[in-house]
């Protein structure tokens, strides 16, 4: 069953959000006070492409991946969504339906706003539209600058890109080397290609790379990045 509440560290993870946190201490409440939480295991179905927009949704731990499926039923990874972040909203906004599928990747936790309270929420805080307004033009920022990405940076500097922020967003650090950092979500090979619109074999050359100079190490549990200055010449030096 769901957990009526968010533990600690969740409720640590919602109030720390970069675009929640920059809302007033009123409507953050207001938010919370009619929000609810589900939990899912990993691999769990969280929403369909196609479904209703009933929920805004934030992820609390875990993470969401967002997928498609293609023509020829293969499904492709576009995003994960990472504890902080909220979503959902624009289907809510324009009526129409879901337009990808959402799993759980681990154990996840979701925090839940139904599109009535929203509204509600809405007609309450003027200061939701803008705040809003300012969520989606960062979304809109963010697409422009992966496809700009995909466009002209070679595979290895878009690699590093994308492990600097899995660092950043999950990122452990070493108990025994305070100059390594542990990525804490964990990706299959085929997962991390297809974020950045590459083959598994050409993202594999490019983490043994990586790994000779020093740069990460590979285990059988994830990555692990050694050297996070390199990280930064690589993509300083590409761009």
């Known amino acids: 069953m769901d957990d009526p509440i968010l533990t600690i560290d969740e409720r640590e993870a919602i109030n720390s959000g970069r675009w929640f946190s920059s809302l007033s ?10 929000a609810y939480v589900k939990r899912y295991k990993d691999g769990d179905l969280i929403a369909a492409r196609g479904d209703p927009p009933e929920e805004w949704i934030a992820c609390a731990r875990g993470a969401v991946r967002v997928s498609s499926t293609s023509i020829t039923g293969k499904q492709v990874t576009l995003t994960y969504v990472e504890p902080g972040i909220w979503f959902g909203d624009v289907a809510i906004f324009d009526g129409d339906r879901r337009t990808h599928d959402a799993y759980a990747h681990g154990d996840t936790t979701m925090l839940c706003v139904a599109r009535g309270d929203l509204r509600k ?14 969520l989606h033009a960062r979304r809109i920022r963010q697409l422009f600058g992966l496809v700009e990405d995909l466009n002209t940076l070679p595979l290895r500097s878009r690699l590093a890109k994308q492990l600097t922020h899995l660092v950043r967003s999950y990122g452990v650090p070493s108990l025994q080397d305070g100059q390594e950092v542990r990525i804490g979500l964990q990706l299959a090979q085929e997962e991390l290609a297809q974020l950045l619109g590459a083959s598994r074999q050409r993202v594999n050359q490019e983490l043994k790379a990586m790994e000779r100079d ?10 692990v ?4 200055e390199a990280l930064m010449r690589i993509i300083e030096t590409d761009n």
């Open 121 to 134: 929420i809405l007609g309450q805080h003027v200061e939701l539209y803008e705040a809003l307004l300012r």
């Open 25 to 34: 201490p009123s409507l953050r409440h207001d938010i919370l006070r009619c």
């Open 225 to 228: 990045v050694r050297n996070r």
């Open 214 to 223: 020093n740069v990460i190490r590979i285990e059988p549990g994830g990555l």
